[in-house]
């Protein structure tokens, strides 16, 4: 059975053209069901899935230490965290983003067949994405991506346009987008790579073990000091209202710069902020530090990994208290007016994460259907079979060694180059995530397999309004103006959780749609893009 897709068809994201007569331009609407590609909606019911069962933990769980392996969970919770960390972190919201520059391209393709404007109508549509995710953010969930997604598209708009000038002619030709997006995506991984080779050039086996042995030593001497220091810290969040964030620790030398900068020369101090039990022991800090001359920069580059550790968890007692101060609270325009906090700070960092890790993965999906790989999969097979050959073998190897890093003491406490397992993470994250794509579209070409993965796609047809209603539901349960669970369920009874809200809206996703012709947040979603209402409601049959 083959699966062809025409130039009109794919998921939630896509415009058709409404009937109009033969001397007419047709103008642009949302899609028709028939012309709908179901393994796009399929394939968001499924992300939809690996999405919530990252996501459920950081309602339980501080956003300040989002992505760190919780290192105390036990027996089945730590077997389900494990799994997560190695199947679905990073992976599910590069499908996604896969699939928007796939809804991109498609739109693009139609508008330029149907002879229409595009740039404003597609803008409307971004911006009416972006205020969502604002709103989401600030009143449900600080853990929002709609804003960074809505920021990339407006990024997706910027090459729309380089590529009608003369100069940037080149970038007409779809291989360029694939030779654009692949170098992105491999940029993190060269310098990461040149960082390791740089930072092991400087030292030899010698000097790291010298190096380990004076890090444990002052690991010992800064854990036996690490109460006192928490009481200290946690003496000072206190005084800082519900719902605000103070000022957080700061490097001594940070404080030096702060003190004299108008000095020649500051005092250089010690790599950390040492407690009182630890002034005395001088000879844990590396030699170089005593040097006037060494640059500030240098010296946090020196500093021990046990310093590093220490600095770590200064931070992140203050981080996690506000929070979790603000997220357990009785009172909702607490926790609201921490997460305004929240959202602005993200909203500084959105543009590079839109521009550095959403854009290259986007330009990658626009290029799978403007060379009609999605669009004609049947013509194109063995580029998905050695997707998913190569995806599925590499991608895992890579996940379980960066998870196996992040868990082991050996490396976790002694904390070995960070880089190595970002890198080994990063690789695992694009690996699978070519192996979930190239499954379903290999799969669904059977007959079997559309009716088994078939009810993921009403959950994909709804994927805007489901994913919002994540927040709203765990938000209720977990935070102290709701049920006030924050904290108390571990990581196995939250994919529990996950299988029954999953269940739930497969079920009323399908009921819905049988009755309207899109879900709550699409249809506001589309008249607000169209500056019209949508019919929301199926005509009589």
Known sequence: MTQDIHPTATGADEVAPHEAAANDAPALAPVAESQRLDVLDVLRGF??????????????????????????????????????????EGKFYKLFSLLFGMGFAVMLLRAEEAQRPFYAWFARRAGVLLAIGIAHSLFLWTGDILHDYAIGAFLLLGIVWLR??????????????????????????????????????????????????KSEAKRAELAAAWPKREAELLAEARKIAPGDVGEFPKDEDDQDNKDNKDAPKADPG?????????????????????????????????????ENWFKRKEYQTQAIFWEVQ???????????????????EGLAG??????????PIFMLGWWLVETGKMRHPEQHLTLFRTMAWI??????????????????????????????????????????????????????????????????????????????????????????????????????????????????QAVFSRVWLAYFNYGPMEWLWRSATYLKWQPLRRAAR
């Not at 919530?52 to 730590?78: K, S």
């Not at 603000?326 to 921490?338: E, H, I, L, P, Q």
């Open 164 to 213: 009608t000038k003369p100069r940037f002619a080149f970038l007409r030709n779809p291989q360029w987008l694939l030779r654009i997006s692949i170098g992105m995506l491999i940029f993190p991984l060269l310098m990461m790579s040149a960082v390791g080779i740089g930072g092991m050039l400087q030292r030899d086996p010698v000097d790291l073990q010298e190096r380990f042995a």
């Open 350 to 359: 959105a543009p590079f994460f839109a521009l550095f890790l959403l854009l």
């Open 391 to 504: 995806g599925w073998p590499f991608g895992l190897v890579c996940a379980m060694s960066a998870g196996v890093l992040m868990y082991h003491p050996a490396w976790s406490e002694s904390r070995g180059p960070d880089f190595v397992t970002q890198a080994l993470h990063w690789c695992g994250q694009l690996l699978l995530c070519a192996a979930y794509v190239a499954s379903f579209v290999l799969l669904l070409r059977k007959r079997f397999f559309k009716r088994l993965f078939g009810w993921l796609a009403p959950l994909g047809r709804m994927a805007l309004t489901n994913y919002l209603t994540h927040s709203l539901v765990f938000s209720t349960l977990f935070y102290g103006y709701g049920a006030g669970w924050f904290g108390q369920v571990s990581r196995f009874p939250q994919m529990g959780l996950v299988a029954g809200m999953i269940a739930f």
């Open 47 to 88: 992300a939809l899935i690996g999405i919530l069962m990252m996501n459920i933990e950081w309602f339980n769980r501080a956003i300040a230490v989002l992505t760190a392996p919780d290192l105390l969970a036990r027996d089945f919770d730590h077997g389900a965290g494990f799994l997560v960390k190695i199947l679905v």
């Open 270 to 306: 010690e790599a950390v902020a040492k407690p009182e039990a630890a002034k005395a022991d001088a000879s844990a800090a590396p030699a170089a530090d005593a040097d006037p001359k060494k640059s500030k920069k240098a010296k946090k580059e020196d500093r021990l990994a046990a």
């Open 326 to 344: 603000a997220m357990t609270s009785g009172d909702y325009w607490v926790a609201t007016k921490y997460r305004a906090r929240q959202t602005l």
